[in-house]
């Protein structure tokens, strides 16, 4: 029996990478982009295509197509957050999902499902326990999540299931969020950002990919779909946790003004000052099983050797 075909988009970032190796022995994987000689390098075993200059091919390959996954966007820290800013990322997250249902509408047999990436950010600034009931909350990062998540649901219109997954905060040794945060740690000069009592909605690159391979076997799952760990804790806690897993100290504090002087008030409170305190409620509903719930576990995984320390 041949393998469902499934298309990544964006697979170049660190969740896409691992996201293929989670996928590429029960599925076959096309990766999607628009430097097919850069994917061709990460993914040598992989189907690539430049959807600007294979367009056609595409359209047949969407045909055959179980699943899509939209990884792609600029990240949200590659530009200063102003006006354009703001504008130029919106447009580099949406304008893809629009140039994929115009594909999508061509072809004559339609994917079962369009899996789109977005964030946990769509609440806003929560304090009190937030689920996929709560209602969009307030800020750039609850706009742009808003935004694409609507986007996505015209796919609906197709017949095509829409999965929304609002992640949290990804770790994992090989670079992102960790790759950042472990550096002043390194030298014995790591701490909290601000007050460190906003929220750090958390998962381990582990669950993050298996939890994306769990949805796209289920049929049940549908809508957003929180990807973060049950057990919540606070930015002053995982501060204290990284530092014990790197057998040193999280003491020094980073205040307010220096964040906001250096990244601008609105992406120092977005980013760094605020945060969700949020609960997966329907990906456990659906029988998902986290393999790290406690930070100390996931963190311990992380810097289980000493090359992951340097």
């Known amino acids: 029996m041949s393998k469902k075909k499934i298309i990544i988009i964006g697979a170049s970032g660190l ?8 996928l590429k022995n029960d599925y076959k994987i096309f990766v999607v982009g628009r430097d097919v000689d850069k994917l061709k390098n990460i993914f040598p075993e992989a189907e690539c295509i430049n959807w600007q200059k294979q367009a056609e091919e595409l ?45 999508i509408q061509k072809t004559k047999k339609k994917p ?19 689920n996929e009931n709560n209602k969009k909350g307030k800020g750039f990062l609850a706009d742009l999540s808003f935004l694409m998540e609507e986007e996505a649901n015209l796919f609906k219109n197709l017949n095509i299931k829409v999965i929304s997954l609002r992640t949290g ?11 950042k945060m472990k550096k002043p740690f390194q030298f014995h000069m790591g701490g909290h950002l601000g007050k460190g009592n906003s929220f750090f909605p958390w998962i381990h690159m582990s669950d993050e990919v298996r939890a994306i391979h769990f949805l796209i076997q289920n049929e049940n799952a549908e809508g957003p779909i929180n990807l973060c760990s049950p057990k919540v804790i606070t930015q002053k806690e995982f501060c204290k946790e990284l530092a014990k897993a790197m057998n040193t100290y999280s003491w020094l504090h980073i205040p307010k003004w220096l964040l906001k002087l250096s990244f ?47």
């Open 15 to 22: 969740i896409g990478q691992k996201l293929y190796k989670e």
């Open 59 to 103: 359209v047949y390959i969407l045909e055959k197509a179980y699943a899509v996954i939209n990884l792609a966007g600029r990240s949200i820290q590659s530009k200063r957050w102003t006006e354009f800013g703001k504008n130029t990322i919106s447009v580099s997250r949406t304008s893809i999902i629009q140039q994929f249902y115009n594909l």
């Open 112 to 130: 079962k499902q369009w899996i789109q990436a977005s964030a946990v950010g769509f609440y806003g600034n929560t304090i009190d326990k937030t």
């Open 169 to 179: 905060l990804v770790l994992d040794k090989n670079g992102g969020l960790i790759q």
């Open 264 to 310: 601008g008030k609105q992406m120092a409170n977005e980013l760094f000052l605020q945060g969700q305190n949020c609960f997966p409620s329907k990906l456990l509903e659906l029988g998902f099983e986290f393999n790290y719930h406690k930070i100390d576990h996931a963190l311990t995984d992380i810097f289980k050797n000493n090359k992951s320390k340097n």
